[in-house]
């Protein structure tokens, strides 16, 4: 897929590279922070008796359909910019997809609220126990 379901800052990251502070970004950077920030979930859970996640992105949707404050829209930007792997006339991107209120195509239904998705994804009286085991929300 090309498009997000959610995002997280990409620009000026920090990390430790070869013992020294350096800053980092695009999807190299965010994708670690979403998924760190579902491996907590998941302990959460863990720790409740319930079970992972496990495939997120329908999940995602229709958390977000009941409480969308999951997520804090991003409005502003767009995923243009440069990419300095790429040799000098092609490293600069000026076409991007531009962020739009809801849904859009450069940061999915937003950045994640990990306070919210906490509170929805583990705390909620709103989850059920089926018979296979697996967690349904009970809309």
Same mark, same amino acid.
């Given at each position: 897929?090309?498009y997000?379901?959610?995002s997280?800052?990409g620009?000026?990251v920090?990390?430790? *590279?070869?013992?020294r ?7 190299s950077?965010?994708?670690?922070i ?12 863990l720790?409740a008796a319930?079970?992972?996640?496990? *495939? ?8 977000y ?24 006339p092609?490293?600069d991107?000026?076409?991007? *997809? ?5 849904w859009d ?8 609220? *990990? ?24 809309v």
């Amino acid at each position: 897929r090309g498009y997000p379901d959610i995002s997280a800052t990409g620009a000026n990251v920090p990390i430790i *590279f070869q013992k020294r502070l350096t800053m980092v970004g695009g999807t190299s950077a965010s994708s670690p922070i979403v998924a760190g920030l579902v491996a907590l979930i998941n302990g959460e859970r863990l720790d409740a008796a319930l079970p992972p996640l496990g *495939f997120l992105n329908p999940l995602l949707y229709s958390t977000y359909q009941r409480w969308p404050e999951i997520v804090q829209d991003v409005r502003v930007g767009n995923i243009s910019g440069t990419n300095l792997l790429l040799p000098p006339p092609l490293k600069d991107c000026q076409q991007g *997809f531009p962020a739009r209120p809801g849904w859009d195509a450069a940061s999915g239904l937003g950045s994640p609220n *990990f306070k919210e998705m906490l509170a929805h994804l583990v705390h909620t009286r709103n989850l059920v126990k089926t018979a296979s085991a697996e967690q349904k929300l009970v809309v």
